[in-house]
């Protein structure tokens, strides 16, 4: 079929999601005997034993990993994944030492499905432990199975991102969501990406997190929809009310031990869950981890571009220009995406993401701001994204 060619399975649009087709895909049961590395299925999901996996082959535990995360349940738990405690021990307190700063510090933290102050939550934090602890930073990451996970669905080249999450007694459950990339823009936004992105966005990241303490279920650790991940259009339905009701009721959620790390493909139907316990402050570290493959070829200076063609927009816009021709400059302008971005200075408050610098140039052009305002925001933009 041609590349041009509009039609069914081209386009996917909200109106099209199908419970009733959602719900045979979840519905299937994970054999264990497609998996034979894994040492058991609880509920779904893959459970590794990762001293068993460190006796294997590294190939053949990629590839079964590859197989689980692409067409499989779309999540995998790797007990004992950290196995001397103490580097976790050393990592939390270097993690606690950090909420406690930024709490004394008064500093707002917004998180991108649940409300704000709901937990603890660290941004930025690999290059925060880095400089707070490089000696346990080294220990941490140096893990062989954060490494063996990452290069199997990633390839060579991934970058690593942190985040920690502590979620406190009492502290309620996130909403259910998909995540990075298509899973942080609007519905509208989502919609206007073609079916082949829609399938390529969850290949370009990896969802980890890293259990910092024991999480009975009773403390709230994730809750998973495995094979929801298969659901092509699941970024178009996971904010529809159906597929909500549907995934409250059909979760899965399992006990984690300190240590224990937890992988998914970032489609999988997923949300923090519910803190009820009355003494447990359930600390994870959130590792979202990147294609190398997610850069442009060349860099751009794209805040210079923008200040040197705005006046020109102005114009052709007093002149009568058609809108559609002036969005086509700004978007040649412009970079289009919040991401990445400092999220301590640009935090997704009252959102999924801030806004990019293309929606910015657009909002000048829309409002008439003068050139010097525009020149202003952009680079008050530019140093919030500053690491």
């Known amino acids: 079929m041609s590349l041009t060619t509009a039609g069914p399975g081209i386009w996917l649009r909200e109106e099209d999601c199908d419970l009733d087709a959602f719900r045979s895909l979840v519905d299937e049961r994970t054999d264990p005997a497609e998996y034979p590395l894994a040492d058991g299925v609880e509920r779904n999901v893959l459970v590794y034993d990762s001293d068993r996996l460190r006796a294997a082959g590294p190939e053949q535990v990629r590839t079964e990993w590859v197989r689980a995360l692409l067409d499989g349940p779309g999540i995998v738990v790797l007990k004992r994944a950290f196995p001397d405690l103490d580097v976790v021990d050393r990592a939390s307190a270097v993690f ?57 669905w990633l390839g060579p080249g991934y970058q690593i991102t942190s985040q920690i999450n502590q979620v406190n007694p009492g502290g309620a459950a996130q909403s259910v969501h998909r995540d990075y990339h298509l899973g942080f823009l609007r519905q509208e936004q989502a919609a206007r990406y073609p079916a082949h992105v829609h399938r390529l966005s969850p290949v370009l990241t990896l969802q980890g997190a890293v259990a910092h303490c024991d999480m009975p279920v009773e403390s709230g650790p994730t ?82 571009v923008s200040n040197a063609v705005y006046p020109v927009l102005l114009r052709r816009k007093a002149e009568g220009a058609d809108g559609d021709w002036l969005r086509r400059v700004v978007a040649a302008c412009a970079e289009g995406y919040p991401f990445p971005t400092n999220l301590d200075l640009d935090p997704p408050v009252g959102g999924l993401a801030p806004p990019s610098q293309a929606e910015t140039v657009w909002r000048a052009v829309a409002e008439d701001w003068s050139p010097e305002r525009l020149r202003q925001e952009l680079r008050a933009a530019a140093e919030r994204r500053r690491i």
């Open 96 to 152: 606690t030492a950090l909420i406690e700063r930024e709490r004394a510090a008064g500093t707002a933290r917004g998180d991108h499905f649940a409300k704000p102050g709901a937990n603890d939550r660290v941004w930025n934090a690999l290059d925060k432990m880095a400089a707070h602890d490089p000696v346990t930073f080294a220990d941490y990451y140096g893990n062989d199975m954060l490494a063996l996970i990452s290069g199997a």
């Open 223 to 304: 809750l998973y929809l495995p094979h929801s991940q298969r659901y092509e259009p699941g970024y178009l339905a996971w904010r529809r009310p159906e597929f909500i009701a549907y995934f409250e009721e059909h979760h899965v959620q399992l006990p984690l031990q300190k240590g224990d790390a937890v992988f998914f493909n970032p489609a999988l139907f997923h949300a923090a869950g519910h803190n009820r316990s009355a003494d447990i402050r359930r600390m994870a570290n959130l590792l979202q981890i990147s294609s190398a493959f997610g850069r442009a070829m060349e860099t751009v200076d794209r805040e210079a």
